[in-house]
Each structure stands twice: as C-alpha cells, then as structure tokens.
C-alpha cells in the first residue's frame, strides 16, 4: 500500500540475468530486488526502476523483510 493506503502500482525494467529466468504471471506476488536510476535529458528529470533480481513469494505471505517509515535513510 502507498500513501494513505492507497494501492500503488510500479513498472519494474528487467535486464540481464533477471530477465532470462522471469517466469512469473499476472497476479504472481513476488519480491524484487532493484535500483532507482535517475538522469536527466533536455532539461527535465526521468526516473527508472531497474530490477536485477525477481523472487517468488511462497504463498499469501510478504516478503521477509518489509520496511517501516523508520527504516527509511532519509
């Protein structure tokens, strides 16, 4: 859930390795590992979020490791 729990949703670049073995499907839930580049070109910003790694969830359950608001390093 994103801000005020409202649902969120987030396109994820695949490359490399996290592409050739995706497997996944519509309505799969998974876990991704990925970086957020940001460049900019003709004076304006564009931010991409770069997977490099795509796990399976086992079942309903979340990832392992879910962040809170004071976890976050800035």
């Known amino acids: 859930m994103g801000y005020n729990d409202k649902e969120v949703h987030y396109a994820f670049t695949l490359f490399g390795k996290a ?3 995706f497997n ?3 309505g799969d839930k998974v876990e ?6 940001s460049r900019q070109w003709k004076d304006r910003w564009f931010t991409e979020l ?3 790694k795509v796990n ?3 079942g309903d359950s979340a990832p392992a490791q879910e962040m809170s ?6």
């Open 32 to 37: 991704v590992m990925f970086n957020i580049e």
């Open 19 to 21: 592409m050739e073995s």
């Open 69 to 74: 608001n004071d976890d976050i390093p800035f």
């Open 50 to 52: 770069v997977a490099w």
């Open 24 to 26: 996944q499907k519509v």
């Open 56 to 58: 399976m969830t086992v």
